[in-house]
């Protein structure tokens, strides 16, 4: 096959006596490494995760806890520029046309060893082929397991796009498009694109414990799978034979504590050495402590609150227009996020080389409000409900406190709002079926491209697969996002995303709301965490000084 190609570069709590203890015994197979990382790292986290495979969730709770910990992507994203750079795929190619993508694939790279699974040979391209085959093809025996539903591929129409993966030989992988499609590298090395292991598959499909595949993961990161109790911990071993540098702590457990009071007492007793999302309320009197690091970053993020446009009233747009005007967001800026945030005009936060700065800054009006309400036939008003997260993210750090603000705002234009909650994976199940009118929620970035806001959150195939939260689709916003996926021109891209901007604003599926800071705390010994602007957390290069 000759193609003219376009070369591209490139137990709740753990004592830290037993953690020490366990890295002791641990030390007699790992290797060697300085006094201050022989031992274990604990991250208080806010959720039990939904499953242990990045491919089957959008849950920024889940991906923290096992993306970056556990797997590789074929491409990485640079923190500080969002460039894309080489992973497990040492450099890649793109024909002229755009439609076809080849890989080379890093040499000898191990996957993990487990109790459960002893690898024979390293990663090949047939890794690569079974990872992705399982989203694309329905025939593929591992395809349906966990409802068959893969989220984030779904909502970007991954089996529409892409025609075939295969492998030309074992270090080279070839992808077939069936369009040519911009974010297709982007989307590559979300941390949604984990690689998995075709030969502990076909162990499994054997022994017919295919289930296993997604809640006994074998990848081929930084550490490798212990122990997992549910709403209690999750455990992992450093990776031993690692392609990368190896991991600094022996051992990491995710100390699972949803109440934030809990998991800042833990960091205030060094039970814990990272905390997820401490509240921003509490920030100034965090940072006065010593043994406290508060780390800030500018994320790619964005808070909203979303419409069920499937259901009456919310199907009417003078309806939801009306709703936007009732909130009152400089107040909910100010006692959610405590200064924290930006207010938000699009899904796009300002950082973004797409971001349309020509928007109409979303106004205050409940005089307004009333009117288009009466225009749309609810003089008197509805009730309704809005659905509010039991945990905190980044994107908002307390929406129950911002659901009781809404539903005062609300009751001014004679709207009855009721405030729903439920255990954080109980929330996202019903949320997936759309039993919601409104839900306040959000999206982190997962790479630069700008179409990582529009697709998982707004289209048609997002719609249809539940990271859509509005249930919203039209045709005219996904003629725009497809127009910008044709051309690698960013000028050009720029205008369809533009034109998109404006069109939201009009339709007003859901309210933007701000786009966060994020924040983390760490104890003040530890060091090498840094807030990563696109997704997951990485902890393989933490450090602690245990003078």
């Given at each position: 096959?000759?193609?003219?190609?376009?070369t591209?570069a490139?137990?709740?709590y753990?004592?830290?006596?037993?953690?020490?203890?366990?890295?002791?015994?641990?030390?007699?197979?790992?290797?060697?490494?300085?006094?201050?990382?022989?031992?274990?790292?604990?991250y208080?986290?806010?959720?039990?995760p939904?499953?242990?495979?990045?491919?089957?969730?959008?849950?920024g709770?889940?991906?923290?806890?096992?993306?970056q910990?556990?797997?590789d992507?074929?491409?990485?994203?640079?923190?500080?520029?969002?460039?894309?750079l080489p992973?497990?795929?040492?450099?890649?190619?793109?024909?002229?046309?755009?439609?076809?993508?080849?890989?080379t694939?890093r040499p000898?790279?191990q996957?993990?060893?487990?109790?459960?699974?002893?690898?024979?040979?390293?990663?090949?391209?047939?890794?690569?082929?079974?990872?992705?085959?399982?989203?694309?093809?329905?025939?593929?025996?591992?395809?349906?397991?966990?409802?068959?539903?893969?989220?984030?591929?779904?909502?970007?129409d991954?089996?529409?796009?892409v025609?075939?993966?295969t492998?030309?030989?074992?270090?080279q992988?070839?992808?077939?498009?069936?369009?040519?499609?911009s974010?297709?590298?982007?989307n590559?090395?979300?941390?949604f694109?984990a690689?998995?292991?075709?030969?502990?598959g076909?162990q499994?499909?054997?022994?017919?414990n295919?289930?296993r595949?997604?809640s006994?993961p074998?990848?081929?990161?930084?550490?490798?799978?212990?122990?997992?109790?549910k709403?209690?911990?999750?455990?992992y071993?450093?990776?031993?034979?690692?392609?990368?540098?190896?991991?600094?702590?022996?051992?990491?457990?995710?100390?699972?504590?949803?109440?934030n009071?809990?998991?800042?007492?833990k960091l205030?007793?060094h039970?814990?050495?990272?905390?997820?999302?401490?509240?921003?309320?509490?920030l100034?009197?965090?940072?006065?402590?010593?043994?406290?690091d508060v780390?800030?970053?500018?994320?790619?993020?964005?808070?909203?609150w979303?419409?069920?446009?499937?259901k009456?009233?919310?199907?009417?747009?003078?309806?939801?227009?009306a709703?936007?005007?009732?909130?009152?967001?400089?107040?909910?800026?100010?006692?959610?996020?405590?200064?924290?945030?930006?207010a938000?005009?699009?899904?796009?936060?300002?950082?973004?080389w797409?971001?349309?700065p020509?928007?109409?800054?979303?106004?205050?009006?409940?005089?307004?409000?009333?009117?288009?309400?009466?225009?749309?036939g609810?003089?008197?008003?509805?009730?309704?409900?809005?659905?509010?997260?039991?945990?905190?993210?980044?994107?908002?750090?307390?929406?129950?406190?911002m659901?009781?603000l809404?539903?005062?705002?609300?009751?001014q234009?004679?709207v009855?709002?009721?405030?729903?909650?439920?255990?954080?994976?109980?929330?996202?199940?019903?949320?997936?079926?759309?039993?919601?009118?409104?839900?306040?929620?959000?999206?982190?970035?997962?790479?630069a491209d700008?179409?990582?806001?529009?697709?998982?959150?707004?289209?048609?195939?997002a719609?249809q697969?539940?990271?859509?939260?509005?249930?919203?689709?039209?045709?005219?916003?996904?003629?725009?996002?497809?127009q910008?996926l044709?051309?690698?021109?960013q000028?050009?891209?720029r205008?369809?995303?533009?034109?998109?901007?404006?069109?939201?604003?009009e339709q007003?599926?859901?309210?933007?709301?701000?786009?966060?800071?994020?924040?983390?705390?760490?104890?003040?010994?530890?060091?090498?965490?840094?807030?990563?602007?696109?997704?997951?957390i990485a902890?393989?290069?933490?450090?602690?000084?245990?003078?």
């Open positions: 096959m000759n193609l003219p190609w376009i591209t490139n137990t709740r753990l004592t830290r006596l037993w953690l020490l203890s366990a890295a002791s015994v641990l030390s007699a197979c790992q290797p060697q490494l300085p006094e201050t990382v022989r031992s274990g790292l604990v208080c986290s806010e959720g039990s939904e499953s242990f495979n990045p491919q089957l969730v959008t849950s709770t889940t991906i923290d806890a096992i993306s910990q556990l797997y992507r074929l491409l990485d994203i640079a923190p500080g520029s969002g460039e894309l992973g497990l795929a040492l450099s890649w190619q793109v024909s002229d046309d755009g439609l076809v993508y080849q890989f694939l000898d790279v996957f993990h060893h487990t109790e459960y699974f002893t690898p024979s040979r390293p990663l090949s391209a047939d890794d690569v082929v079974f990872t992705f085959n399982r989203i694309m093809l329905t025939e593929h025996p591992f395809h349906a397991q966990g409802g068959a539903n893969y989220p984030f591929f779904q909502s970007v991954w089996a529409g796009l025609k075939s993966v492998a030309p030989s074992r270090t992988v070839r992808f077939t498009l069936s369009r040519p499609d974010s297709f590298l982007s590559l090395a979300t941390d694109a690689i998995l292991s075709a030969e502990y076909q499994l499909q054997a022994s017919g295919l289930s595949l997604d006994h074998i990848g081929t990161g930084p550490f490798r799978f212990r122990e997992y109790q709403d209690v911990l999750i455990r071993y450093r990776h031993r034979h690692y392609w990368r540098e190896l991991a600094k702590p022996e051992q990491l457990v995710f100390d699972i504590v949803p109440n009071a809990r998991r800042m007492a205030f007793t039970e814990c050495d990272v905390v997820a999302f401490p509240r921003v309320a509490e100034s009197l965090i940072s006065q402590r010593p043994d406290v780390q800030e970053s500018t994320s790619m993020n964005v808070g909203f979303a419409f069920n446009t499937a009456a009233p919310f199907n009417n747009v003078k309806v939801r227009q709703l936007a005007l009732a909130i009152n967001r400089e107040a909910i800026l100010q006692a959610v996020y405590f200064g924290h945030a930006t938000a005009n699009s899904v796009l936060p300002p950082t973004s797409a971001y349309n020509n928007l109409s800054a979303q106004q205050f009006d409940p005089i307004r409000a009333r009117q288009l309400l009466t225009e749309a609810y003089a008197d008003g509805f009730s309704m409900d809005i659905w509010a997260m039991p945990v905190q993210r980044l994107y908002n750090p307390n929406a129950l406190k659901a009781e809404m539903q005062a705002d609300l009751a234009i004679g009855r709002a009721s405030i729903v909650s439920y255990e954080w994976n109980s929330f996202r199940r019903k949320l997936g079926a759309n039993e919601h009118d409104s839900v306040l929620i959000g999206w982190s970035a997962d790479n700008p179409d990582n806001f529009f697709r998982p959150l707004l289209s048609c195939s719609a697969t539940g990271t859509n939260r509005a249930n919203w689709c039209d045709e005219n916003f996904d003629r725009f996002i497809a910008a044709l051309t690698a021109d000028k050009q891209r205008s369809y995303y533009m034109a998109a901007q404006q069109y939201l604003s007003m599926p859901l309210l933007p709301i701000a786009h966060s800071q994020r924040f983390q705390a760490i104890n003040s010994t530890i060091k090498g965490i840094q807030i990563n602007p696109y997704g997951g902890l393989a290069n933490a450090t602690k000084d245990i003078k």
